[in-house]
């Protein structure tokens, strides 16, 4: 079946970068976007960007462009999110998701906390 | 960016009564050449990620209830839960994904009344 296994929960001083991992596994890798998305505490979702794991392609929204990276291994079908510069306003449960139509399957979400 | 309005924040249900949501796209999510709305529904409960109940604004996923319904074209829309049941307290959201930022309604909380 298919699953999204992600790295575990990270805190961070702000400034820091974080990488989030996301180990995909039941399906070919290479053929479905991975998408991240993020929900601050008691708040609601914000898309951060998908990447293209057969060809490493990602279009990331404009509030994160300058400080996000999403990469791919294909030898592990692992899909990466790296923010830098972190503020306290991270703080929140990032999400890797994949779907064609509408995100079916999602991760466990990954907490970041960043505070000094 | 596409902007989601969900309507109303919370919503508070007796048990077996009809539950609605609404949620309004700041353009249209239709797309003309195959008239699809890509528009869906997720529901989510407290510590875990949503779950997809509706895509296509209208098709229930599998395994979804029927009391689950999705309606509307173009930048409105509905979901309805005909007879809410116990487990269905939760947060709903509605997203789009027409374009790129995907973005998000801002959530609909339903309780029991």
């Known amino acids: 079946q298919v699953q999204l296994v992600q790295s575990g929960a990270e805190v961070k001083k702000p400034g820091a970068s974080v990488k989030v991992s996301c180990k995909a596994s039941?399906?070919?890798?290479?053929?479905?976007?991975i998408n991240w998305i993020r929900q601050a505490p008691g708040q609601g979702f914000e898309w951060m960007g998908w990447?293209?794991?057969?060809?490493?392609?990602?279009d990331y929204a404009q509030s994160f462009q300058g400080r996000v990276i999403m990469t791919r291994d294909t030898s592990t079908n692992t899909a990466y999110m790296e923010l830098n510069s972190l503020r306290s306003d991270d703080t929140a449960v990032y999400y890797c998701?994949?779907?064609?139509?509408?995100?079916?399957?999602w991760g466990q979400g990954t907490l970041v906390a960043v505070s000094s | 960016d596409i902007v989601m309005t969900q309507s109303p924040d919370s919503l508070a249900v007796s048990l077996g009564e009809r539950a609605t949501i609404n949620c309004k796209s700041s353009q249209s999510v239709l797309y003309t050449s195959n008239n699809k709305n890509y528009l869906a529904w997720y529901q989510q409960k407290p510590g875990q990620p949503p779950k997809l109940l509706i895509y296509l604004a209208s098709t229930r996923e599998s395994g979804v209830p029927d009391r689950f319904s999705g309606s509307g074209s173009g930048t409105n829309f509905t979901l309805t839960i005909s007879s809410l049941q116990a487990e269905d307290v939760a947060v709903y959201y509605c997203?789009?994904?027409?374009?790129?930022?995907?973005?998000f309604g801002g959530g609909t909380k339903v309780e029991f009344k």
């Open positions: 039941g399906y070919t890798f290479i053929s479905y976007e």
């Open positions: 990447m293209n794991p057969k060809n490493g392609n990602t």
């Open positions: 998701a994949r779907g064609a139509s509408g995100l079916y399957y």
């Open positions: 997203q789009q994904y027409y374009n790129i930022p995907r973005t």
